[in-house]
């Protein structure tokens, strides 16, 4: 990769990381007094004192949106940390394992694929108690099979290398194999998986807590501000929903970017180009 687009690339992972970390501090500044009903201030256009404007019970929206994009950061967190664990645990015993073994965990992946992702994540929502709990484990179940067959592929490209036939030779054992030398090797694979996998995460809370099966009203969630400010759209208070969205939508986009550029950097096609 020649100097200029390294360039491009490192900045716009500075930018995207400078972005999120915005979303943070200012979740950590900004007071919950914004987050209190006050109908003297009810549906307020956008302005200097309120950035975001308000809501039909007054309440800012600026600091609403960033409450519910920390939650958001939350529970992507979680749901992509727990996906991507599923993917590595059973993407290394596919690759590592026999033949039946490899063709059970490839049918299971092709069959969560196959799977509508959204009813599937509402069924098991329902499954497991609405709330935090059952977005956060809707999601992780639902978001492990693509990984899973990359982290498979890449243990296949690697398992035959001479220096893993050599620790073999040596009468190291299969799991030591696999933690001294495989998930080194493939960890780059695996954050990059991570990062990937957190923007739909954060995308399918949204619309999930959106349409009703998700968080609870009392939670400062994106899909529960927008599924309230669809019922007010009608009335001219375009910002309830059009600035919260950008804001969704900025942030996904700032993840979707780091692992892209992330992809980028370590591929050895575009590396030294």
């Not at 942030?251 to 992809?263: H, W």
């Amino acid at each position: 990769m020649k100097l200029d687009a390294r360039i491009r690339v490192i900045t716009s992972i500075a930018f995207s990381i400078s972005v999120i970390g915005l979303i943070l501090i200012l979740n950590i500044s900004l007071s919950n007094k914004g987050l209190e009903t006050n109908h003297t201030l009810k549906n307020l256009s956008p302005s200097l004192d309120f950035i975001f404007g308000t809501d039909s019970m007054g309440r800012d929206m600026f600091v609403r949106t960033i409450k519910g994009l920390n939650f958001s950061l939350f529970v992507g967190i979680i749901g992509a940390v727990i996906g991507v664990t599923i993917a590595v645990i059973l993407g290394i015993i596919s690759a590592v394992g026999n033949k039946k073994i490899d063709k059970l965990i490839m049918w299971f992946v092709d069959m969560f694929i196959g799977m509508p992702h959204m009813i599937f994540m509402i069924l098991i929502s329902f499954a497991v108690g609405k709330g935090a709990k059952g977005v956060i484990i809707a999601t992780a179940i639902t978001h492990w099979p693509a990984l899973t067959r990359v982290i498979r592929n890449e243990v296949y490209n690697i398992k035959n290398s001479e220096y893993i036939i050599l620790s073999k030779n040596m009468g190291k054992g299969r799991w030591f194999i696999v933690q001294k030398h495989i998930l080194p090797m493939i960890f780059p694979q695996i954050f990059i998986g991570f990062v990937l996998l957190f923007p739909h995460v954060i995308l399918h809370e949204a619309s999930m807590t959106f349409l009703g099966f998700g968080l609870s009203a009392q939670k400062p969630s994106i899909g529960i501000i927008l599924s309230e400010a669809a019922k007010h759209i009608s009335l001219g208070n375009w910002w309830l929903v059009v600035l919260p969205g950008i804001a969704l939508i900025l942030l996904v986009k700032c993840f979707d970017n780091i692992g892209e550029s992330l992809r980028i950097l370590n591929n050895p096609q575009t590396r030294y180009l």
